[in-house]
Structure formats: C-alpha cells, structure tokens
C-alpha cells in the first residue's frame, strides 16, 4: 500500500543539529561538546526528594498549571532575584521544559500573518514555532565577535503585524548578555504598542557578568512579558524537561489555554522534588554562575596553544571560537570533520543562522568534569 503523502507544515525543517551532532558523536565515540547538556550528576538530595515523593503517591496528575510548592518557590525565588512578585495562582505555569512554554507562549500570541522579531543566531525552536502559527519571523543578524544589538535597526522592523519580539539573554549559542542599555532601548522601542516579548531566561543564572537583566525586573517590561526559565539548566537534569513560564494573568490566561491541550501538565514528583529542593537550598542558584565561571576558565586554559580562537564568553554553559588558522571549512563540514577526525564533536553555529550565514564558528558546551574537558583539550590542541 502507498504511504499517505502529507505536504509538510514545516518543508524546510530537518533534524535538530542537537540531535544529528549528539547522533555523530556517539557513532565515533567522540567526545560530545555539542548538544548542550552536563556530564555529571545533579543533587543528590534532589533525586532523594523526587524518588521519596514518587514512593509516596505522587504518581497521578497534580493540577493543570503545577503543584502549589513548586509555584510558590518559583515567586520567592523571582521576587527575591528580581524584586518582582508574581501571583502563585494566576501567574506562574510549570511546563514541560522551555521549548513546551516558548511553543505555548507564541502558539497563544502568534497569528496568521503576524510578524515576530528575532535575533539570529537564533535557538532552533522558534523559527519553526513561528511558522506553524502561520506567522513570520523578522530576523535581526547580530555580527560577531560581539553579537550586540542595533537598536535603530530593531525599531526599523517593527511595524503594525509585529505580535512579539523574542530575546534570549543570557544568549545561546554566542554567550553575550544584554544590559540594562539594552532592556532600557528595548522599553522605548515597545512603549505605546501592543507588542508582546518574550523572554527566553533559560541561563538566567549563569552569567560572568553585570547581573541578568530579567524582563521581570521592571514593571513596564514585565506587564507585556512571558518570561521562561528551565530547571534543566539550573539543576542539571536537563533531562527531566521541566521549566516554568511568567507572565501576568491576561497573558497566563491565554498561556494555559495552549498549555492544557498540549501537555496538560507535568511530571508529578518531580515538581514536588524540585519544590522540596528550591525550599531547602535556595542558594544553590546563586553559585551556578561561580561554578561555571570555573569551568568557563579551566576550558579556556586548555584551549591556549591551540589553534581555535576565543570569543568573549559572558553567559551560559558556551564557548564560541573560530577555526580559520585550522582551515577554510564551511562550519558543518569543519564540526563534522572534528567529531569524526579528531574525536571532539561542537555544533556549526550556522545551524542558528536562518540565512545559512557562515561566520567560520563552532560552539562548544563546557558544562562537563574536568576531566572531559581536559580530554578535549587534549585532542583540540593537537588540531
Ligand atoms: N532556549 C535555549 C536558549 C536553550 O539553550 C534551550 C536548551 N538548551 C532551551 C530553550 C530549551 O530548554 P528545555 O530543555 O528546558 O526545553
Ligand atoms: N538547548 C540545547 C543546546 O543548545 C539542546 C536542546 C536540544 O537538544 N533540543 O545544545
């Protein structure tokens, strides 16, 4: 029988670079520096509470939007950061992961024939999110090697379709962090419309830097705001897909509509688990940024005498660097070159250019023991 031919939502779109990189190096054995994801445990007191709180029923489903502790510990925790205090009941959705509450939050804004402005290098989910909503992306190229924004450029594209504008900061993969400039330039820029933003805060806490600029912070950017944080980053499970979004009672009205027919809600104890944790150790957070700040720089000691290039690193668990004394490879060649030749797998940064701009940079993910990391070094320097 002849399969059903389905003409595609989303002709254009492949196979993450996340998955095809991760794919690549497992089949050489290589040592994967690409998706990013950390190499050692989280917590143990963590798993304890979330093993304790599925031995002790929380194995149906908790309510729609998330457990009540987990919600409260997320307010504490961003009135505490940033001075602003979110409503537990109206305000605060647990979701399963970022990309589940970026998906949701455009899915409830994004209209056909709307216009969303992004920043490219660009996080792979949101083109393709755009898109299925019918809406189209304006994207703003940032140049390296400091990838800062031009704000009269930004005001340029904004129009009467444009719905939202979409920030990543502190940002992936080019480890910039925007400032209090930068959130001030964004205000005027929004002030008298109705565009919304949206926040993609999933490093929040791990900057090298200034402080995070939360669009929490500032009750004139909040109003208009969804702001998503991920608990994969911040606790290293990144594979429990658990984060949670922000945004005032219209918008999370709006928000939980999408939300409870997509996934409805999310796992049972971990929420708990991870309530229990907030709860207990509310400063673990805080010393993210010093625990990979140490990483950042022992990465970076590796890498001096070899033939990569640096850039600044000011944010996340990545290291850009550029490859141009090594050879003149397109960006997926070189990164498929290295994982297969040299043993060390990156991702293109190309793969976050919807243009297919190549900048000759490959991105590393430092979020691994020391032990990983010097291994790589090892194999890089000898590139
Ligand atoms: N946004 C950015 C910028 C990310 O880097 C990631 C994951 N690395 C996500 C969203 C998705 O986060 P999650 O795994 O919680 O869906
Ligand atoms: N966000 C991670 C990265 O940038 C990957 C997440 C994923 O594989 N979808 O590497």
Redesign the pocket.
Known sequence: MAAAQLPSRLPSVGT?I??VMSRLASEHGAINLS??FPDFSPSSSLLERVTHHMQNGANQYPPMAGVAPLREAIAEKVERLYGARYDVESEVTVTAGA?QALFTAIAACVRPGDEVIVFAPVYDSYLPAITLQGGTAKVINLAPPAFRPDWQEVAAAVNARTRMIILNTPH?PTGTVWTAEDMAALARLVRDTDIVLLGDEVYEHIFYTGRHESLARTAELRERSFVVSSFGKTYHITGWKIAYCLAPAALTAEFRKVHQFNVFTVHHPSQLGLADFMRADPGFADGLASFYRAKRDFFRQQLEGSRFELLPCDGTYFQLARYDRINDMPDTEFARWLTIEKGVAV?PVSAFMPDGTDHGLVRF?FAKNEATLSAAGEKLRAV
């Open positions: 993450t996340f998955t998706q990013g990309t992936n991702i993910c």
